[in-house]
Structures are given as structure tokens and as C-alpha cells.
């Protein structure tokens, strides 16, 4: 499974452990979004004007930050020291593994006309 490195804005020490100055993240799996039910971090809900919004749950970025975090990395225990800034480096990478996957699973678009642009003759 590939690993995500996020870069934080500065370095920071743990008053018990390594410097560290960014968090490895693996990517979700079935069983964490799934079978475990945290469910997708966002989702868009009507607004009453006919429109949409986009609604974000910190918990469950939480939730994915604390399985997702590599052993080895800084630790879930030390994003504690984190600055916002970088907490939300962080959340904008749990949701992107969300996003990214929405982005490539729509479906291809087909064309019925010939690479320049005409339209193929029918074998009548």
C-alpha cells in the first residue's frame, strides 16, 4: 500500500521522542471506511436555496488520522503539538484520498465522430 508523506510547515520536538517535521499517512482501506463504518470525512447536503453545501466531519478526519498515521512516523499522539496550518496539511490529505477517488471513476466520454473531427461513413 503506498505511503503519503505530508510536509509540515516547520519542525517539531516532542518533549519524548524524534524531531519531526512531517507524517507518513497509508491510504484508507474498505475495512476502515466500510466495515468499520467511519464513513466519508464530507458530503454534500441540500441547502434549502435549491443549492448545495459541502459539510466536513473533523471527528471522522480524526478518526482516519489516528488509524492512518504510519508507525514510525511522529505518532498519532504527537500531532497534539501540531499547529492549525499544519492540522489542516492533514485533513485536506485524508479528504483527498476521498476526492481523487470520486475524480476517477467517472466514466470516459465517447465521441462518434472520427479523429478529425468527421463523421465515420456507413458501410451501407
Same mark, same amino acid.
Given at each position: 500500500?503506498?505511503?503519503?508523506?505530508?510536509?509540515?510547515?516547520?519542525?517539531?520536538? %516532542?518533549?519524548?521522542? *524524534? !524531531?519531526?517535521?512531517?507524517?507518513?499517512?497509508?491510504?484508507? =482501506? #474498505?475495512?476502515? &471506511?466500510?466495515?468499520?463504518?467511519?464513513?466519508? %470525512?464530507?458530503?454534500? *447536503? !441540500?441547502?434549502?436555496?435549491?443549492?448545495?453545501?459541502?459539510? =466536513? #466531519?473533523?471527528? &471522522?478526519?480524526?478518526?482516519?488520522?489516528?488509524?492512518?498515521?504510519?508507525?514510525?512516523?511522529?505518532?498519532?499522539?504527537?500531532?497534539?503539538?501540531?499547529?492549525?496550518?499544519?492540522?489542516?496539511?492533514?485533513?485536506?490529505?485524508?479528504?483527498?484520498?476521498?476526492?481523487?477517488?470520486?475524480?476517477?471513476?467517472?466514466?470516459?466520454?465517447?465521441?462518434?465522430?472520427?479523429?478529425?473531427?468527421?463523421?465515420?461513413?456507413?458501410?451501407?
Amino acid at each position: 500500500m503506498a505511503e503519503h508523506v505530508v510536509k509540515l510547515s516547520r519542525r517539531y520536538e %516532542p518533549p519524548a521522542g *524524534q !524531531p519531526f517535521d512531517s507524517v507518513v499517512l497509508r491510504e484508507p =482501506t #474498505y475495512v476502515d &471506511t466500510y466495515m468499520d463504518g467511519l464513513g466519508i %470525512p464530507e458530503e454534500w *447536503q !441540500p441547502n434549502g436555496q435549491g443549492g448545495g453545501m459541502l459539510i =466536513t #466531519y473533523p471527528t &471522522t478526519i480524526d478518526a482516519y488520522l489516528q488509524r492512518l498515521v504510519k508507525v514510525g512516523s511522529p505518532g498519532y499522539e504527537n500531532l497534539a503539538l501540531i499547529s492549525s496550518l499544519d492540522g489542516k496539511k492533514l485533513a485536506d490529505k485524508v479528504l483527498g484520498f476521498f476526492r481523487e477517488a470520486a475524480a476517477t471513476t467517472s466514466p470516459p466520454t465517447t465521441s462518434s465522430s472520427g479523429s478529425d473531427g468527421t463523421q465515420p461513413a456507413s458501410s451501407e
